[in-house]
């Protein structure tokens, strides 16, 4: 059983800069994508950015120009560096990894607050 465990998220001041990272407990075959989503009270799971295996990435609206996306399939992690946090990042942040067999696996979520 794979598990995806996220770490790095906190509270912060509105301005200021967390990175999440994320890795998985087992060897995974034949990664196909790797991403962060987040949820906030009240609201629906959303796609916050994802990079596939060639490197392409991919931004919600709201975070491009703040956020950046790494990832290493190899070591079957992937990262998330937040700078100029806003009080609206504010959710539980989920890392998922994607693979061309179709699996499909979740972290349990990771806190991330911004408020001064």
């Known amino acids: 059983q794979v598990q995806l465990v996220e770490s790095g998220g906190g509270l912060v001041q509105p301005g200021g800069s967390l990175r999440l990272s994320c890795v998985a407990s087992r060897s995974i075959l034949s990664i196909w994508n790797m991403g962060w989503y987040r949820q906030a009270p009240g609201k629906q799971r959303e796609l916050v950015a994802t990079?596939?295996?060639?490197?392409?990435?991919n931004y919600a609206d709201s975070v491009k120009g703040r956020f950046t996306i790494s990832g290493d399939t190899a070591k079957k992690t992937v990262y998330l560096q937040m700078n100029s946090l806003k009080p609206e990042d504010t959710a539980v942040y989920y890392c998922?990894?994607?693979?061309?067999?179709?699996?499909?696996?979740w972290g349990q979520g990771t806190q991330v607050t911004v408020s001064s």
């Open positions: 998922r990894i994607t693979t061309r067999y179709a699996n499909d696996y």
């Open positions: 990079i596939a295996t060639g490197g392409s990435t």
